[in-house]
C-alpha cells in the first residue's frame, strides 16, 4: 500500500501539472468539432534546447464500422518550439502511404513517440496495417479493419527522419494481446531504454500496457511484461493505457526518498459510452476515444511494477466536452516541468494543450 501522504503530494503535483483550466491550446485539431484531434504522441528536449512535440492528426472514422466510414488517423506530425510558451511549428509530415512498411499499406496512423539517441533521434510510430489476423482468430475481424504494430525510423536530427529506413520492432502478437500501440520511451537508471505501449486483444474489449527493453549499445529488444498495470475496479476497469513516465522531483518531502516514479495513464468505465441513470450521481465515465485519465506509482529499482493510487475516481478530467483528458507527456526542464495533453473541448474536438508548472511551485507541492 502507497502511503495516504505521499499519495496526497502526488496527486497535488499531478492536478498542478495537467492544469486544466490554465492550459493553452498548442496544436489544434483540423477541424472543430467531434472525432478531430491531434496528440497522441510526446514531448522532448533537442540537443539544441528547443522543445520538439509529436502526434497525428485524427479526422472523424469510426474503426467499429469499418475503415471506409472516415479518414481517422491520417498524418502524423512533428513540430518545434523555442520554448514552453511560444509557437510550435511543423517541421516534420507523414502520410498514411508515407508509412508504409513490410508491403502493408497503412490503415491508420496512431501514436507515436520520439527519444533522443547518442547518435540523433529515433521515432517509434504506431500503425493500423493492412493485415489479417491469426487463422485461429480470423472471423473475429471487422471487414475494413487491419492490424495494429510499431515501427521505427531514426536519424541524426528530426528534420531528417525519413520513412527510408522504417522497420518493425514490435510485430501484432499473440491473440490476448493482439494489438499494440502508442508507443511511449522512457530512459532507465540503468541507461537501458524502456519502450512501454498499448495492447488490445482481439475482441478489443479492454486494453493494457506492456513494457520490452533495449539494453545500451544495443539493438534488441527483450519483452518484460504484458501487464505492466493491472485494470482497476472503479473507473478504470475497462483499460490501463500508460503514456507517461516522469520521475518524482527529489525536493520537499520526497528529497530523501528511493527514486520513484509517476506514471500517468488513460482508462475508462467503459468502451462503449453508457447512459447514466438520471436519479443517479454523475459521474466521469470516459469510454473508446474519449478516456480520462488517473496516477500511478513505481519505486525505479522495481521497474516496471508499478501500482495506481487513482484507485476510486480518476484525476484528470476535462472540464468541457466529453471530459476526455488523455495522452499526457511530460518534459523536465531547469526551470521546471512541461506537461502536453489532448483535452476535449466545447466544439468535442481534441486538441494538444500545455502547461507549464515551475520548480518554486513544484518544491511547494512537495514540501
Known amino acids: 500500500m502507497i502511503d495516504d501522504s ?24 483540423q477541424d472543430q468539432s467531434t472525432g478531430f484531434w491531434f496528440g ?35 498524418e502524423l506530425a512533428i513540430f518545434r518550439a523555442d520554448s514552453p510558451d511560444t509557437d510550435f511549428v511543423k517541421i516534420v509530415s507523414f502520410s498514411k502511404a508515407d508509412l508504409t512498411c513490410n508491403g502493408r499499406e497503412v490503415v491508420s496512423i496512431e501514436g507515436c513517440t520520439l527519444h533522443l539517441t547518442d547518435d540523433g533521434i529515433e521515432l517509434f510510430i504506431s500503425t493500423e496495417k493492412d493485415d489479417t489476423y491469426p487463422e485461429s482468430h480470423k472471423d473475429f475481424q471487422k471487414p475494413g479493419t487491419g492490424v495494429w504494430s510499431i515501427d521505427r525510423i531514426h536519424a541524426t536530427k528530426a528534420e531528417d527522419l525519413s520513412p527510408s529506413n522504417i522497420e518493425e520492432i514490435i510485430p501484432f502478437g499473440e491473440p490476448a494481446f493482439l494489438h499494440v500501440k502508442d508507443p511511449v520511451t522512457t530512459d532507465l537508471p540503468d541507461g537501458s531504454l524502456g519502450l512501454i505501449y498499448c495492447t488490445h486483444p482481439f475482441s478489443w474489449s479492454s486494453s493494457g500496457t506492456a513494457v520490452i527493453t533495449r539494453a545500451p549499445g544495443s539493438t534488441e529488444y527483450e519483452h518484460v511484461t504484458d501487464t505492466m498495470l493491472h485494470r482497476g475496479p ?35 468505465e467503459c468502451l462503449r459510452q453508457l447512459d447514466d441513470n438520471p436519479k443517479a450521481v454523475a459521474r466521469p465515465r470516459g469510454w473508446s476515444c474519449e478516456e480520462i485519465g488517473g496516477l500511478a ?34 518534459l523536465v526542464t531547469d526551470d521546471g516541468i512541461f506537461a502536453t495533453w489532448q483535452q476535449s473541448q466545447d466544439d468535442l474536438s481534441q486538441p494538444l494543450v500545455g502547461y507549464f508548472l515551475s520548480n518554486e511551485k513544484i518544491a511547494e507541492l512537495l514540501a
Open 6 to 29: 505521499i499519495s496526497s503530494k502526488l496527486t497535488s503535483l499531478g492536478t498542478a501539472l495537467i492544469n486544466q483550466a490554465d492550459a493553452r491550446i498548442l496544436i489544434p485539431a
Open 40 to 74: 497522441g504522441g510526446n514531448v522532448i528536449q533537442d540537443s539544441d534546447g528547443s522543445i520538439l512535440v509529436c502526434g497525428r492528426y485524427r479526422n472523424f472514422g469510426d474503426s467499429r464500422t469499418g475503415t471506409g466510414a472516415g479518414a481517422r488517423g491520417l
Open 234 to 268: 472503479v473507473w478504470d476497469i475497462a483499460a490501463a493505457r500508460v503514456t507517461d513516465r516522469l520521475p518524482v522531483p527529489k525536493v520537499g518531502a520526497f528529497a530523501d526518498q528511493p527514486n520513484q516514479s509517476l506514471y500517468f495513464y488513460d482508462s475508462a
Open 297 to 330: 506509482l513505481g519505486n525505479d529499482a522495481d521497474f516496471p511494477y508499478i501500482e495506481s493510487i487513482t484507485v476510486e475516481a480518476p484525476l484528470f478530467v476535462s472540464p468541457t466536452g466529453t471530459g476526455c483528458s488523455r495522452y499526457v507527456g511530460t
